[in-house]
């Protein structure tokens, strides 16, 4: 039992570790280089490097989406990464959920300036934009169908496409509390 645990484990845990050395090998690297007087390969290797952890993130924060209830499709945008960097970077997720006729999309972004700029925004114009509601333990905003939620000061959660009975079951699933927890 204790062995088909520990290989269980492995396999769930080697891809993240593999990423992981890939990412101190890249620093080593960079460092290698800065030892050499090589400022331009410091430089690439430190991006790439960068980049390497943001795929992580990203996969993280992918990992929080809900999964698809019974009856549901649920298809992951894996495009959104490249397009982050035009809302002030960080990262993001984002996943289409579609059953007959019924399809909405639910988009996270966190760590970025624009989110850190709506935080403000949200909390104090709240009340005057849309309507209030809970969804798990956190609050929304409703406005013309769109879903608005800040987790944590610094993860937007949007939801929109479908009415609000649609789409409110599916937010539900999302665990908040792993969510605020999240690249910490």
């Known amino acids: 039992m204790k062995r088909v645990f520990l290989v269980t484990a492995l396999a769930v845990f080697a891809p993240a570790a593999a990423s992981a050395d890939e990412v101190l090998e890249t620093l080593d690297a960079a460092r290698t280089a800065y030892e050499a007087g090589k400022m331009q390969q410091v430089l690439d290797e430190l991006a790439y490097a960068q980049q390497l952890v943001r795929e992580m993130k990203t996969a993280g924060l992918t990992d929080l989406l809900p ?26 997720a984002e996943a289409t959920y579609s059953r007959g006729q019924d399809s909405f999309t639910i ?16 909390g104090a114009a709240g009340l005057l934009v849309g309507k209030q509601l809970r969804i798990g333990s956190e609050t929304f905003i409703e406005q013309e169908g769109e879903l608005t939620g800040l987790v944590d000061n610094r993860i937007l ?28």
Do not use: C, H, K
């Not at 988009?107 to 949200?122: E, P, S």
């Not at 409110?168 to 605020?180: G, N, S, T, V, W």
């Open 67 to 92: 999964p698809a209830p019974d009856g549901w499709s649920r298809l992951i945008n894996t495009d959104l990464s490249a397009a982050m960097a035009m809302f002030g970077g960080g990262v993001g």
């Open 107 to 122: 988009l996270l972004m966190a760590d970025n300036a624009m989110v850190q700029g709506f935080a403000g925004m949200l």
């Open 157 to 184: 959660v949007q939801a929109n496409g479908a009415p609000l009975d649609v789409m409110q079951p599916i937010l539900e699933q999302i665990d908040f509390d792993a969510m605020a927890g999240f690249g910490r």
